[in-house]
């Protein structure tokens, strides 16, 4: 398979954006792990192949165990996330489906029981940053299995 165009060299403008808005959600103070989990959760339900090789590698790289990756598309089901990361991966549900009703209210209360405003806006930006990637990726075709772990990964794509 190879990609269908080069999204780097046809929009570097819109790359550099992109890099700059990742670069603040890893900075928002959120913990890596729970990023992870977002990123990753986020990537499954776009189905976007490479973001899900992408972010299980980053999430392997930096401790996350196997046992809560394979889990995590029925992280419902499961006693392996806690309240906080149980809230995120709603959140991550909700506001990357939009099309199934938009976030609820019930959704985003409990969100709010573990978010502070700061932490909730910095996690909005994050799903939607994640969505974002996830499109570019789709779009180009980029080809699952390529992603290497970087010492300091700064993509969220």
């Given amino acids: 398979m190879q990609p269908r165009f080069d999204f780097a060299k046809g929009a570097p403008g819109g790359v550099h954006a992109m890099l700059a808005l990742t670069r603040s959600v890893h900075e928002s103070g959120l913990a890596r792990p729970l990023l992870d989990l977002v990123f990753m959760r986020a990537s499954q339900i776009n189905g976007c192949a490479y973001c899900v090789d992408m972010h299980s590698k980053d999430a392997r790289a930096a401790g996350e165990t196997e046992q809560r990756l394979y889990a995590l598309d029925a992280w419902r089901e499961t006693s392996f996330f806690s309240e906080r990361e149980r809230a995120a991966l709603a959140r991550t549900e909700a506001l990357t489906n939009v099309q199934d009703g938009h976030a609820s209210d019930e959704?985003?209360?409990a969100a709010r029981?573990?978010?502070?405003?700061k932490e909730l806006s910095n996690l909005a930006l994050g799903i939607a940053t994640i969505n974002a990637w996830n499109r570019i990726a789709i779009a180009t075709q980029a080809v699952a299995g390529s992603y290497q772990v970087q010492k300091a990964s700064g993509s969220a794509g």
């Fill in 113 to 117: 029981k573990h978010f502070d405003e």
């Fill in 107 to 109: 959704e985003y209360e």
